[in-house]
C-alpha cells in the first residue's frame, strides 16, 4: 500500500450500514473536496482558471447513491461532486485539475473534461449540453445488449435552453430508452438568472411533454433527491426514461474568479441557508442516527482525506512534453514534428 493510500485509509473513518449517514459523508467529502480546489487556484497550482465549483449542489448524491456498478454517466463542466459520489478517486482527480501526469487523463483534461470508462464516467463536457447525447448513445447499447443499466445525463439549468435536449429527450422517449436525464438547477447561467432566461421555468413539465417520467426535489434536502431518484432510477432500468430537476442554489460564482456582482448579499445570504449538508447534519442528530462526535469525526476525516489529495497534487509530475501528441492520433501515425522544433530546424537550414 502506497503512503498516499495509507493516508486515505486513516482519513475515512468507519460508517455503520446506514444509507443517510454515508451519503452525509459523500457530501461532506465533495465539499470539502471544492474547497481545496479553491485553495489549489489561490496557490497557482491549477491548470488554468476556468474552476467550477459544486459547492451547494451536494445533494446530486441522492441520485448518485441511486445508481448501481456498471450504469454509465455523462457530466457537465460543474461535474466534480458527480464523480467523487460515482466513486472517483480524489487525488487523481486534483492530479487532473492540476494538469498532472498522474491525473485521470494524464493532465490533458482540466478540470471539465474528466473521464473514467472504468467508473462510467462517458465524460465532462465545457461544452453546455454537450454530454446529454451520450447518454442516448449508452442508453441505445444498454437496452440492446440487455444489461438492465442506465445512463444518466448530469447538467445545469443553462443546458435547458440548448435544443439537443430536446431531441435527445425525444429519441429517449420514443425509442424508450434507460436514461435519466438530471438538471442541476442552481439559478445561475453564468450571470444570467434562470428566470430571465427562460419563459417558463417549469423544466419538470417540459419533460413530460416529450413523455418522459419527471419530477422535482428539493436540492437541500439530499433524502428528498433519494427518494425521487430510486423511482426514476427503477423505471429507467425497465424502459421508461426520466428527467429530475434538482433545485439548488449556486454559493459561489460562475468560475472561481467570478464574485457575483449579479447577486445582492442579501440573496446569497438566503440562498445559503439552503445548505444540504446542514439540513442533512441536522436530520441525522435529531433522528439518533449519528452523535456530535460521529459527525465530526466524518467531516474531520474528509478534510484529512482533501489535505492529501491536494497534496497528492502539487506534488505530482507534470507530464513530458513530448507526450503532448499522445492520445490524439492513432498509434500507428507518425506524430507531428513540434512546431518548437521545426522552427528551429528551418532557421538552422536557412543559415546554411
Known amino acids: 500500500m502506497t503512503q498516499h493510500a495509507r493516508d486515505q485509509e486513516r482519513a475515512s473513518p468507519p460508517l455503520r450500514n446506514d444509507g443517510p449517514l454515508a ?15 479553491g485553495e489549489l487556484f489561490l496557490r497557482g497550482e491549477s491548470a488554468g482558471s476556468m474552476l467550477h465549483l459544486s459547492i451547494g449542489e451536494e445533494a446530486v448524491v441522492g441520485l448518485t447513491d441511486a445508481m448501481e456498478e456498471g450504469d454509465t454517466f455523462t457530466t457537465h463542466h460543474r461535474g466534480h461532486g458527480v464523480f467523487i ?13 492540476a494538469g498532472k501526469a498522474g491525473g485521470y487523463c494524464r493532465g490533458k483534461g482540466g478540470s471539465m473534461h474528466i473521464a473514467d470508462r472504468a467508473l462510467g464516467h462517458l465524460g465532462a463536457n465545457a461544452i453546455v449540453g454537450g454530454g ?18 442506465i445512463s444518466v445525463a448530469f447538467f445545469g439549468d443553462g443546458a435547458m435552453s440548448q435544443g439537443i435536449l430536446y431531441e435527445s429527450m425525444n429519441m429517449a422517449a420514443l425509442w424508450r430508452l434507460p436514461v435519466i436525464f438530471c438538471c442541476i438547477n442552481n439559478q445561475y447561467g453564468m450571470g444570467t438568472r434562470v428566470d430571465r432566461s427562460a419563459g417558463r421555468v ?10 418522459l417520467h419527471a419530477a422535482k426535489a428539493d436540492g437541500a434536502d ?5 427518494a425521487r431518484s430510486l ?3 427503477q423505471a429507467a432500468r425497465a424502459g421508461e426514461p426520466g ?27 438566503e440562498g445559503r441557508k439552503r445548505d444540504p ?17 460521529d459527525l465530526k469525526a466524518i467531516d474531520v476525516g474528509a478534510a484529512a482525506e482533501m489535505d492529501a489529495a491536494l497534496a497528492h497534487a502539487i506534488a505530482d509530475s507534470a507530464p513530458p512534453l513530448a507526450s503532448m501528441f499522445e492520445d490524439v492520433f492513432d498509434a500507428s501515425t507518425c506524430a507531428p514534428e513540434p512546431q518548437s522544433v521545426r522552427l528551429a530546424r528551418v532557421l538552422s537550414e536557412a543559415r546554411r
Open 231 to 233: 423511482q426514476l432510477v
Open 132 to 149: 446529454i447525447p451520450h447518454v442516448v448513445g449508452a442508453g441505445i447499447t444498454a437496452r440492446n445488449i440487455g444489461a438492465g443499466r
Open 23 to 37: 451519503r452525509y459523508r459523500m457530501m461532506r467529502r465533495i465539499r470539502s473536496f471544492e474547497e481545496r480546489v
Open 243 to 269: 428527467f429530475l430537476e434538482i433545485d439548488a442554489y449556486r454559493f459561489f460564482g460562475h468560475a472561481r474568479m467570478d464574485k457575483s456582482p449579479y447577486r445582492t448579499a442579501e440573496e446569497e445570504a
Open 277 to 293: 449538508l446542514a439540513v442533512a447534519r441536522a436530520r441525522l442528530a435529531e433522528t439518533g442516527v449519528a452523535s456530535d462526535d
Open 85 to 97: 459520489g460515482r466513486g472517483g478517486d480524489p487525488a487523481r482527480m486534483m492530479a487532473e485539475i
Open 202 to 211: 417549469d423544466f419538470a413539465a417540459r419533460a413530460e411533454a416529450f413523455g
Open 222 to 226: 439530499v433524502e428528498a433527491v433519494h
